[in-house]
């Protein structure tokens, strides 16, 4: 019954107080080189503002080209037969986690994602009038774009008609592999598309990793009478759907095509060097609302790859390879064949620190049998979440992306948890009811991310320094010039930077005040401090990066502004569409320094 009291007093006490011994407050520890840039002000202003001595430049936005033959961007938004052909060889909606594949010096390819499309930004009619061709369209303008780009004069551009060039999109032939297999593709061989691509992985070997997010978000019913089974509850799936496809595609009605929804919810991989391979999506990491999935070879060539579900209250896994990496071996198995594990975190509520542990989700241990409705490790796989419940997985505040600074050979990860309004039971690792700022969390093994137990703590805590109290001031490391909302996006570079990308609310109002639009920072892990690097345009999230080989050149993505009809005209005064921006320094040093 004290609890509240509990939270808003020794809480905050002991907060200040745990900071303080880990020299947040002591600016000796400052590391100069690692955020050498001038710090951007929070801005409502509808561009991307970057440091003093930094350059931003537009690489390419939804509906560019990526072969000679395709139009451009069509401002009358006539959707046709030739609209829907168009979009299937043009730069799709929405990109969000992207990876950065070196050709030679100088070229690359970059694999995007395109996670999803703004009906109201997309349409004359905003939405309110679809029909079959318009859902064609949308189905083209997802999934992943993958492209060639090169660096001339110091200025990246698109390679057109390059050999590397593809879109992927709701309607691609993929495969399906590992555990569940079976009981995804059913009598069939493959299934078709991936959708709701929100981050990403790469491996070392040279594929891309794309995550299946909101994939309820395009499935529905036309049997208003559906009865929904736990499991497809658990998922989030409703009789109406947010797009709508249930209408003119029979195969995204739940009524008629319910086991179509285990085909989606996966980490897919693709070899962005072959146009021609069949993605594959890889049901041994589980089956969710994936975010990104980092991936880590430990020194014995086991792969690890931790994953964030984004939603409230879910979970964090980790998967872990039984097969070894080593360079030149067959790699085909490595995602196909290990242990997946959800991760609890546990400690006492206003620590802000505590220890955890990782609990096999295995078929026939920690009760995941026949009496919790588990047959195999395939109802485990599909139906990870509710196997994380039952085994002890710890409620999360919306796990985005997880990042580990894998240059160093660190033991220690960071996972950005969003917000959660819907938080009404803390814990020791989300210790507010009704979450709407945000934290980032630490956690580290001992000696290998294959340990079974870790410590973690609270690396930051968002807040309102200026406008609120207890708690929802946020932590030490969190100050007026700073203060953010919503962290998502989450990498590190190769010299230790800790990119924090923001995806939250932009009203710049109440307990949103003085935080503007969305925005990029950069935080010193081993100091907590955190500055403002770049401001994006209005009712824009940031999401994606990725660096060139040297370091020298960052992309990131502006997604969606101007979402529902907010008045952004980025980036060239039009239509709203989302892009990928090249930021560079103006005197050629690496990002950051
Ligand atoms: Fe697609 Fe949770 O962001
Ligand atoms: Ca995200
Ligand atoms: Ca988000």
Redesign the pocket.
Known sequence: MKRRTFLKGSALGSMVAFFASSNLNASLLKDKDLLNFKEVLASTEDKVIVPDGYKAEILISWGDPLFKKASNYDEKKNIDKKAIENAKLVFGDNN?GMSFFPLMENKAILAINN?YINPEIMFNHQGKDLTLDDVLYEQASLGVSILEIQKEKDQWSVVLDSKYNRRIDANTKMSVSGPAKQQVLQNEKFVYGTL?N??NGKTPWGTYLTCE??INDFFGSLDEKIEFSKEQLRFGFKTQSQYGWEKFDERFDLSKNPQETNKFGWVVEIDPFDPNSIPVKRTALGRF?H?NAELIVENDGTVVVYMGD?EANEFIYKFVSKHKYQKGSDTSKILDEGILYVAQFNGKIGDFMGNGKWIELEYGKNNLDEKNGFNSQADVLINARIAGSIVGATPMD?C?WIASHKESGSVEVFATL?NNKNNTNPNPANPRTKNVYGQIIKWKHKSSHKDNEFTWEIFALAGNPDNQTSLNKGSNNITSKNKFNSP?GLSFDRDGRLWIQT?GNYSNKEEFEGMGNNCMLAANPKTGEIKRFLTGPIACEI?GIAFSQDYKTMFIGIQHPGEKLKGSTFPYGKTPRSSIVAISKIDGGVIGS
């Open positions: 969000d996670e709701n929100c981050a997010e909101n609302k975010e984004d919306r985005e969003t998502d995806d999401t």
